[in-house]
């Protein structure tokens, strides 16, 4: 049972940026996607951004030019670059992923907090 854990969030500034990583304790070279999630209170919690095993990638539209994900399969890890914070970016942030045999994995979450 792979576990992900998330790190990096915090308080920023808009237009600040800060990087979210995702640590795995196993490999995560199998896996079909990992992906970045947020919530916020009351809401459903929404796809930020996907990484598919080849490298392609996805972006909701209210982040795309501002955000970027990337994964490094050699160190189990999947990254979140987020530049030009915004006030609405304020969430919390969850690392997801989905093996090849369909299970899916969640990690505990990071706070993202963007105000002045």
């Known amino acids: 049972q792979v576990q992900l854990v998330e790190s990096g969030g915090g308080l920023v500034q808009p237009g600040g940026s800060l990087r979210l990583s995702c640590a795995a304790s196993?490999?995560?070279?199998?896996?079909?996607?990992m992906d970045w999630y947020r919530q916020v209170p009351e809401k459903q919690r929404e796809l930020v951004a996907r990484?598919?095993?080849?490298?392609?990638?996805v972006y909701a539209d209210s982040v795309k030019g501002r955000f970027t994900i990337s994964r490094d399969n050699a160190q189990n890890s999947v990254y979140l670059q987020m530049n030009g914070l915004k006030p609405d970016d304020t969430a919390v942030y969850y690392c997801?992923?989905?093996?090849?045999?369909?299970?899916?994995?969640w990690g505990q979450g990071t706070q993202v907090t963007v105000s002045s």
């Open positions: 997801h992923g989905q093996d090849w045999n369909g299970q899916i994995y």
């Open positions: 196993g490999s995560i070279a199998s896996f079909l996607t």
């Open positions: 990484i598919f095993i080849g490298g392609s990638t």
